[in-house]
């Protein structure tokens, strides 16, 4: 596809429960990141991956919260035991290797809801 | 600690007038600034950017400025029209920190027609 794709787009999962995010990022783009965004809030960093290599997590909240990127394309976020604080919207950036911020392409985002 | 801030949560401008869109920083290691546009349901997409070592950057009816020892930037829109109505981030970057940026909690714009 011609952009970063993210599914699914919302989720809502209850207390408790594990969820699994996923992004397609733009083909050949070697960094890929995940942010969160809580309501009225703006983005903040969670993870950096380089190719299949996890090289930066140390946005990531607690140990419920795991990324991988096994083949250095998809990426899968995934939140063990669900809480009310992880509703957010998650989202993925991609780009080429050391373009910086201006090169940074955005998902839409998956919007989860903790009940 | 918020170490990029956007104190104005939103702005309403009449078409055609300038929108003017700030952003506060504290951490002086911040050496390149970002400003992100937002539509509902959409991502972020970039508008455009500053390096800390000029002190404006134009594009279009856009222009950033960056005031260095105030920690200080600026979005101008000119003129601004309702197309623009989105949510703008101001992000910042920094080796300190890789290639991560830090987002300030965005401004709300709306021009009224």
């Known amino acids: 596809g011609a952009g970063v794709s993210q599914s699914p787009r919302y989720k809502v999962a209850k207390r408790g429960q594990d969820v699994a995010l996923r992004c397609d990022p733009i083909?050949?783009?070697?960094?890929l990141f995940w942010y969160q965004q809580a309501l009225g809030q703006g983005p903040e960093f969670l993870t950096y991956?380089?190719?299949?290599?996890?090289?930066?997590k140390s946005g990531l909240p607690s140990d419920r919260f795991f990324a991988e990127r096994p083949e250095g394309s998809v990426s899968t976020l995934k939140i063990q035991r669900t809480q009310q604080e992880d509703s957010a919207v998650y989202l993925c950036?991609?780009?080429?290797?050391?373009?910086?911020?201006?090169?940074?392409?955005f998902g839409s985002g998956t919007q989860l809801s903790v009940l | 600690d918020q170490q990029v801030k956007q104190n104005s949560p939103s702005l309403s401008v009449q078409e055609g007038r300038i929108s003017i869109l700030n952003c506060d920083y504290t951490?002086?290691?911040?050496?390149?600034f970002l400003w992100y546009k937002k539509y509902p349901a959409e991502g972020p997409t970039f508008l455009i950017s500053i390096s800390s070592i000029k002190d404006k950057n134009e594009d279009g009816r856009f222009t950033v400025f960056l005031n260095k020892s105030a920690k200080h930037l600026s979005l101008h829109i000119v003129p601004s029209q309702p197309g623009d109505s989105a949510v703008y981030f101001c992000?910042?970057?920094?080796?300190?920190?890789?290639?991560?940026?830090?987002f300030g909690a965005g401004t709300i714009l709306r021009v009224k027609s």
């Open positions: 992000a910042a970057l920094t080796m300190e920190y890789g290639n991560k940026l830090v």
């Open positions: 950036a991609s780009s080429r290797l050391d373009q910086g911020g201006e090169k940074l392409f």
């Open positions: 083909s050949g783009h070697v960094s």
């Open positions: 991956f380089q190719n299949e290599a996890q090289l930066d």
């Open positions: 951490n002086s290691m911040f050496d390149y």
